[in-house]
């Protein structure tokens, strides 16, 4: 396979509306060379338009895409030099592995030697071998997703798009696979970018992470800048459980509280100056259940989900409920439902986000 080193994808100043609905709102964002990169949101955020547009299967109405520096905007696709895997896979059911494997070779009017040599290597990288003279159908979907990447790699692209390419596979397969694909575009040095609406997927495999909704970029950094400093509500909500309390701001100096309700307050950390409109946001594991009358906030247990590692609670208190997670240890130490406890919220982890 080719030894290129990833180049760099810009996306400046970009509006696209399909009639009076605005897709894409002035998106701008950098990927960076050989950077493993995602787009991530809820459905019909935008997320898989942008993909498209930088792959040329959709036009902006404003602004540019620009790949390792040079404006690409107005190429067709068959000369933008990047690879997509459509979230179908896009198979041809009538050929073999090798040969959907060859195919955009073929289409390139390659020596048949070097397309030969060209799809053993690229399923070689994907662990596909052995099984060059399958047909589609005979494949598992993990496998099916192997010959469309094989099929893409093959090409040798500058960049590799992969529009949600797990969402077909079952929740082990899946693990599996984005280890995999981590492991390509490692030992590949391609840039990628990834589309998926699955913060698990992005967090665990990607550097960075471009948060979208409603067509517009909320932030952009690394999964643990992302989940420790969320920039607004919404990513405080989208990445991760977050209990996100309304309430006001009393008092002055080191006596300054968070009042949540009458009788229901959070003393605030010295220095802390948060925006009178704000709301509190925290994340279940950095608050923990104590015995009734502890200092802290009153609560009742309402509910409780075992996740495994950890029991998450919900505590009602004056009327709003926190979200509490804390490590299973046996059945015996679970709190029942309807018992008093009192709410520890560690306030050095607490943000303060514009409502």
Not at 132 to 161: C, M, W
Not at 165 to 185: F, G, H, I, T, Y
Not at 319 to 339: K, M, Q, W, Y
């Amino acid at each position: 396979m080719s030894d290129r080193q990833g180049v760099a994808v810009e996306v400046q100043n970009v509006d696209l509306s399909y009639g009076t609905n605005h897709i894409l709102k002035d998106v701008s964002l950098s990927v960076r060379p050989g950077e493993f990169f995602a787009f991530l949101g809820p459905s019909g955020c935008g997320k898989t338009t942008l993909l498209r547009l930088i792959a040329g299967f959709n036009q902006a109405d404003r602004g540019e895409v620009r790949l390792g520096g040079m404006d690409i905007s107005h190429l067709p696709p068959w000369r933008r030099d990047v690879g997509m895997v459509f979230q179908s896979y896009a198979l041809w059911p009538h050929m073999t592995v090798a040969r959907n494997v060859a195919f955009g070779l073929e289409e390139r009017k390659m020596p048949r030697a070097e397309i030969a040599s060209k799809v053993k290597s690229a399923l070689a990288l994907v662990g596909l071998e052995a099984l060059a003279d399958r047909y589609p159908s005979q494949l598992s979907g993990g496998q099916q997703q192997r010959v469309a990447l094989a099929r893409t790699i093959a090409v040798e692209p500058k960049v590799l798009l992969l529009d949600e390419p797990l969402s077909n596979l079952d929740a082990k397969m899946r693990v599996q696979v984005r280890r995999e694909l981590r492991d390509l575009q490692q030992r590949l040095g391609l840039t990628t970018i990834f589309v998926t609406h699955d913060q698990e997927e992005a967090n665990s495999i990607c550097d960075r992470i471009a948060v979208l909704n409603d067509g517009a970029v909320q932030q952009v950094g690394t999964p643990m800048e992302l989940y420790q400093r969320p920039a607004n509500l919404f990513v405080a909500s989208f990445l991760g459980t977050a209990n996100i309390l309304p309430g006001r701001i009393a008092g002055d100096g080191a006596g300054r509280i968070f009042a949540i309700s009458d009788g229901a307050e959070l003393p605030l950390p010295p220095g802390q100056l948060p925006p009178k409109q704000s709301k509190l946001v925290f994340r279940p594991q950095h608050a923990a259940l104590n015995p009734a009358g502890s200092p802290g906030l009153a609560g009742t247990i309402a509910h409780r989900e075992f996740l495994g590692a950890v029991v998450r609670y919900g505590v009602s208190i004056a009327g709003t409920e926190i979200l509490v997670e804390s490590p299973f240890g046996s059945a015996e130490d679970l709190r029942d439902i309807g018992s008093p406890v009192s709410v520890a919220v560690d306030v050095e982890r607490v943000h303060f986000l514009d409502a």
